[in-house]
């Protein structure tokens, strides 16, 4: 646990990030995210909805499902904070109905610095900024419709995997799902040519200049015995619905570190998940314990993680 907590205090003093500005948000792609991560077992592939967020110079892609399950969460803790109102011992417990794990790290992508930042959450928000990855796309003369929209096909080779993308030429982002980006226009739907990643267009829309979802942040306030304000601090789970506002912008609470680092948290999170939270309650100066009805887990056991032999990056053939 003293370790544990070492490692927590260490890493939350890390650099604050740099200020970022942000980006007025001018469309929204989805994307259905399939991945065959078992080659063994091909007819059994991930699937995930998800959603970028597009600008001028910034995008995020995020999950869309976990977007949802966010707003869903807040709308039981809003639920029970209405039903337990004047009650001085209040209890909020959160379901989640999510089987699967869902994409917990979001890329937001900043065209002009040629930038690439990835954003995980364990209890707090890490961000680890990288020089995006300069993609040699390879733009051919074929085209192809996608619910109206013209677009044409790129080629390229990218973290041990041949990719073909379809992009938009009308629609002037250099954005895309993943990692996938530099293209001269909206990159629409993109695969590897063995069709085992594939991010197929699910719909597209424009933000609107009263975009009225508000921008939630990780915590909820509720209202104190005293009168007061209290927060719900929402351990370990990213309630953050901020994409879906008017705005791309980095999490203003985000800690800074590098992915050496986040790497050596994540090993002490597997291996010991409730010290580990524990610790990084400590570390922000909180007490108690938040509870989350998820699938079971053994008490006190490491995580286990699901076995991948087909990743989305692959080594690159020497």
């Known amino acids: 646990m003293k370790q544990i907590l070492t490692l927590c205090l260490a890493t939350a003093f890390t650099i604050s990030v740099k200020a970022q500005s942000p980006d007025k948000a001018l469309a929204r792609v989805r994307y259905t995210f399939t991945h065959i991560q ?73 065209a002009n610095e040629h930038k690439m930042i990835t954003k995980e959450r364990l209890f707090n928000n890490y961000l680890v900024e990288e020089t995006a990855a300069q993609i040699d796309w390879k733009i051919l003369k074929d085209t192809m419709s996608f619910s109206g929209i013209p677009c044409q096909k790129a080629t390229t080779r990218f973290k041990g995997r ?71 601090k929402m351990v370990g789970i990213d309630m953050s619905t901020s994409y879906l506002g008017p705005e791309i912008k980095l999490p203003a609470d985000a800690i800074k570190t590098t992915r050496k680092e986040l790497d050596k948290l994540k090993e002490a999170r597997d291996k010991d998940p409730q010290g580990f939270m524990q610790a990084q309650m400590a570390a922000n100066g909180m007490q108690g314990s938040f509870r989350q009805n998820t699938a079971p887990r053994p008490s006190g056991g490491a995580i286990t993680k699901v076995e991948i032999n087909n990743p989305i990056e692959l080594p690159e053939k020497k």
């Open 162 to 232: 041949n990719w073909i993308a379809w992009f938009a030429t009308e629609i002037p982002f250099q954005s895309g799902p993943w990692k996938l980006n530099g293209l001269p226009g909206l990159i629409v739907e993109a695969y590897d040519d063995k069709k085992e990643v594939k991010f197929t267009f699910a719909g597209l829309e424009n933000v609107k200049d009263d975009a009225s979802q508000a921008n939630s942040g990780d915590d909820v306030k509720i209202a104190a015995p005293n009168g007061g304000v209290g927060v719900v």
């Open 38 to 110: 078992d080659t063994t077992q091909r007819d059994q592939p991930r699937t995930e909805n998800m959603l970028l967020v597009t600008g001028k110079n910034a995008s995020v892609y995020t999950s869309y499902d976990k977007l949802n399950q966010s707003l869903n969460m807040q709308k039981q803790i809003q639920e029970q904070i209405k039903n337990q109102t004047g009650n001085g011992n209040m209890k909020i417990e959160v379901k989640s109905e999510t089987k699967v794990p869902l994409t917990q790290v979001d890329y937001f992508f900043f």
